[in-house]
């Protein structure tokens, strides 16, 4: 069985960063891209970025490009993405996803990390 | 950016009745391959969102066969017929065609 674990919740304080992981079972990350998802309280889903953890290239919303970094470690099967310079709009669920083989869609979800950015 | 505009639902919906969903993109979502790279997504509440559709009309493995997807290159739509209480949720569409993979808004389904 497929299972992706993220930690339920983080808080961070304006102007620091907060590490988030998703630690992959059942699937070796090598073989597909881990992306990143997060939702505003009470709103819709946006797309952040996305990994190849298989050679470490990746892709960002535009938005996203100074905010976000995406890293995977193949060895812990594991996908990072670190938030920077947080500020209170920052406070959201992050959901990490991952594609299955030959499936053009996130199969896969995480629980979700809720980031909370407050002082 | 490929927008997704989502349409909304005459909530509630009687249970047992069925119910669609329409989504339109900004920009044909029809690869040169020919497949339409256009995804369906439930988020049952409190829940992460579950893979429903993909290729404008493929079914997830494991999703009930009571979920069917049509469109053209830009106008989709959600079909669920006999809806019961499970189906309650908010359902994105997603264009897989290229970066950003953009969401719609999503329509919520209530059931009467």
């Known amino acids: 069985e497929v299972q992706l674990q993220q930690y339920g919740a983080e808080l961070g304080k304006p102007g620091t960063s907060v590490k988030l992981s998703c630690k992959v079972s059942?699937?070796?990350?090598?073989?597909?891209?881990m992306h990143w998802v997060n939702q505003r309280p009470g709103k819709g889903l946006e797309w952040i970025g996305r990994?190849?953890?298989?050679?470490?290239?990746?892709i960002y919303a535009e938005k996203f490009k100074s905010k976000a970094t995406l890293t995977a470690d193949t060895s812990s099967n594991t996908a990072y993405m670190q938030l920077s310079q947080l500020k209170s709009d920052d406070t959201a669920i992050y959901f990490c996803?991952?594609?299955?083989?030959?499936?053009?869609?996130?199969?896969?979800w995480g629980q979700g990390t809720l980031v909370t950015v407050s002082s | 950016d490929i927008v997704m505009t989502q349409g909304a639902l005459p909530n509630p919906v009687p249970s047992g009745e069925s119910a669609s969903i329409t989504c339109q993109s900004s920009?044909?979502?029809?690869?040169?391959?020919?497949?339409?790279?256009l995804n369906w997504y439930l988020q049952r509440p409190g829940q992460s969102p579950q893979l429903l559709i993909y290729?404008?009309?493929t079914r997830a493995s494991g999703v009930s066969d009571r979920f069917s997807g049509s469109g053209s290159g830009t106008d989709f739509t959600l079909k669920i017929s006999s809806v019961e209480a499970e189906d309650v949720g908010v359902y994105y569409c997603?264009?897989?065609?290229?970066?950003?993979?953009?969401f719609g808004a999503g329509t919520k389904l209530e059931l009467k």
């Open positions: 997603q264009q897989f065609l290229e970066y950003p993979n953009t």
């Open positions: 996803a991952m594609q299955a083989t030959r499936v053009p869609g996130f199969a896969y």
């Open positions: 990994i190849d953890p298989a050679n470490g290239n990746t």
């Open positions: 059942g699937y070796n990350i090598r073989s597909t891209y």
């Open positions: 290729w404008m009309s």
């Open positions: 920009k044909s979502l029809l690869h040169s391959n020919g497949k339409t790279y």
